[in-house]
């Protein structure tokens, strides 16, 4: 699996920002994949109308073509995490969100935010730091 992908095992523990996290980029993966089924839809009718139209045989087949591209793009939504990256060799949603992320960490060690942006970032932070803490003390007192 890619290095984003990896499969959790049942034994560890997920931080609250891991879990976040990885909600987020399912949740994008699920937005890129609608679009893209939304956008197939059409073109599939279409495709199917030119090849009718010219004859096309199963080679040459538009129809054929817009499938090869909707495999790619699967491969590279990677929406279940279903494709091995060390396999495939294909850049998938989860490494674009990794770039950025590593981007967005550097620029923040370095200190090329702005003050508004650092401060935001460190309160959401310590909320989510915060919120299994919260979560345990709240469980306890339930049990009492």
Do not use: W
Request: charged fraction near 30%; avoid cysteine; aromatic fraction near 4%.
């Amino acid at each position: 699996m890619n290095k984003n992908s990896e499969d959790i095992s049942k034994d560890k523990t997920l931080s609250s920002i891991d879990k976040i996290k990885r909600f987020g980029i399912f949740q994008l993966k699920l937005a890129l994949d609608a679009v893209r089924d939304i956008l197939l839809s059409p073109l599939s009718f279409i495709m199917t109308v030119v090849d009718i139209l010219h004859n096309t045989n199963e080679k040459d087949s538009h129809f054929n073509k817009l499938l090869s591209f909707g495999r790619k793009t699967e491969r590279r939504i990677n929406l279940f995490n279903q494709h091995d990256q060390d396999v495939d060799g294909v850049q998938t949603v989860d490494d674009l969100v990794s770039q950025v992320e590593e981007v967005v960490v550097r620029e923040y060690k370095e200190g090329h935010v702005s003050a508004k942006t650092k401060k935001s970032l460190q309160l959401t932070l310590a909320k989510l730091r915060r919120a299994p803490k919260q979560a345990a003390d709240d469980q306890g007192e339930t049990n009492k």
